[in-house]
């Protein structure tokens, strides 16, 4: 069995994994680049945009692709929320 180096020990098995003794790894997201989407709504709550348009503008100069641009934020839904995002955030700020 291997050795936990740190510890001086064997790894935990069964009940004791179970309880969180093993070792604590970065969460799933962590160095990971945000979606199309979640930088979408990032960039909508932090108050600096005025409409769509806009934010489409920040994406490209992000680096993101236009095609995932274009098929992320290419729904109706989705842009009245990101505008409702965008209005709410302009109100919180200037007012």
């Known amino acids: 069995m291997a050795l936990d180096l740190a510890?001086?020990?064997e790894p935990p098995f069964g009940r004791a994994a179970r309880r969180g003794d093993l070792v604590r790894?970065?969460?799933m997201n962590a160095?990971?680049?945000s979606t199309v989407l979640e930088r979408?709504?990032?960039?909508?709550d932090s108050g600096k945009l005025?409409?769509?348009?806009?934010?489409?503008?920040?994406?490209?100069?992000e680096g993101f692709a236009f095609a995932?641009?274009?098929?992320?934020?290419?729904?109706l839904g989705i842009r009245r929320a990101?505008?409702?995002?965008?209005?709410?955030?302009r109100a919180r700020v200037s007012g």
């Open 7 to 9: 510890a001086g020990r």
């Open 50 to 61: 005025s409409s769509i348009r806009p934010l489409r503008r920040m994406l490209l100069d």
């Open 25 to 27: 790894r970065r969460p």
């Open 40 to 44: 979408a709504f990032e960039l909508a």
């Open 68 to 75: 995932d641009i274009a098929s992320n934020l290419g729904g």
């Open 82 to 89: 990101l505008k409702a995002r965008i209005d709410a955030s």
């Open 31 to 33: 160095g990971r680049r």
